[in-house]
């Protein structure tokens, strides 16, 4: 995995967790919205909206960069629409960059051929 490639992955990476707390954030501002007088909607939808935005163009910079399958280029996609998607996504993506790394090492020091 080249350099451009791992930090395509940070940053969506980087991105899932915010964009994930932004999405419940404003599931709990739609909540408040209509059973009290408290209306932070038009504020966090705002926010939301661009933390999703942001997550959308770092899944395709990511997607076109991995060459990711289609089936898996949905499922981050998909975890994104997801209350808890982002952590999901956030963990997922950890793993793999651990198993990116290692896998580079083992080849550097000449354990596995690539």
Known sequence: MDIKTASSLHR??????????????????????????????????MVHGVLFILYVLFWLDAWNRTKWSFGTAALYFILSVLPFG?????????????????????????????
């Open 12 to 45: 969506l990476r980087l991105i899932s967790g915010p964009e994930g707390v932004s999405f419940l954030l404003l599931l709990v501002c739609s909540v408040l919205k209509r059973t009290t007088s408290f209306d932070a909607v038009p504020v966090m939808g």
């Open 86 to 114: 982002g952590f999901v996504a956030e963990r997922r993506l950890k793993r793999a960059a651990e198993d990116a790394v290692i896998a580079s090492r083992a080849r550097r020091e000449g354990v596995v051929k690539a």
